[in-house]
């Protein structure tokens, strides 16, 4: 079974460019997360999606931050303008309906110069 | 809300010694408990996970056990390996009740294995 996709892996930009993030989960698996991960820290929930729809964003700053999951299977994380404090590890991770545990991506690793 | 604590790191054993990562959780009802560990440049990956009270999850050679009694789900390796060397996350997901199956995470700990 394959894994969670994500990319680019590695990404470094200028403060107040805009950088966008692909996610593939498991096939099959309806809910798909979006962490952000600052060095030395746990993961920290941006967005959840059931299907193609919203379950919670409270904590994504939607004031520079959108992301989006058309048809249900694909996600993308959008960061618009992008600041310093944008640094971190952004992780996606999928789960199967009916179980706790979520199944993660690699990560891509921002930088902002 | 919930929340999970662990253990400072950075933890330095040699090969062969024994590991304990303590691990206690807030949380109301009886949510899920996982460790997850990240290798150097590399996702999360699920390592174990104890879905019940005094429930024992394991997997390549560590445990932990659900303690509802005191909130805990230390993890746990006799012999660590120098391969063991990882930053080991404990999560927990909420009562099914709840609905939403977030994890809430720890800070980390690393792990170093030296030969």
């Known amino acids: 079974e394959a894994g969670v996709a994500q990319s680019p892996r590695y990404k470094i930009i200028e403060k107040r460019q805009s950088v966008a993030f692909w996610c593939n989960p498991i096939?099959?698996?309806?809910?798909l997360y979006w962490y952000q991960q600052i060095l030395g820290q746990g993961p920290k929930l941006l967005i959840q999606?059931?299907?193609?729809?919203?379950?919670?964003d409270s904590q994504l700053p939607k004031d520079r931050f959108s992301a989006e999951r058309l048809k249900g299977v694909d996600s993308t994380l959008k960061i618009q303008p992008a600041k310093l404090e944008d640094s971190a590890v952004y992780l996606c991770?999928?789960?199967?309906?009916?179980?706790?545990?979520?199944?993660f991506g690699p990560g891509t690793r921002l930088t902002v110069l | 809300g919930d929340s999970v604590t662990q253990m400072e790191g950075p933890v330095t054993l040699s090969e062969e010694a024994c590991l304990t990562i303590?691990?206690?959780?807030?949380?109301?009802?009886?949510?899920?408990l996982f460790w997850y560990v990240q290798y150097p440049g590399e996702g999360l990956q699920l390592l174990l996970k104890?879905?019940?009270?005094?429930d024992k999850g394991s997997n390549k050679g560590f445990e932990a056990t659900y303690r509802k009694e005191t909130t805990s789900f230390h993890l746990e390796k006799g012999s660590v390996q120098v391969s063991d060397s990882a930053v080991y996350f404990c999560a927990l997901s909420p009562d099914s009740g709840a609905g939403s199956y977030q994890l809430t995470f720890g800070k980390g700990t690393k792990l170093s294995v030296i030969p």
């Open positions: 104890a879905t019940k009270a005094d």
């Open positions: 096939s099959g698996h309806a809910t």
């Open positions: 303590n691990c206690t959780y807030t949380a109301t009802g009886y949510p899920s």
């Open positions: 999606f059931q299907n193609n729809g919203v379950v919670d």
């Open positions: 991770a999928s789960r199967p309906t009916g179980r706790h545990e979520q199944f």
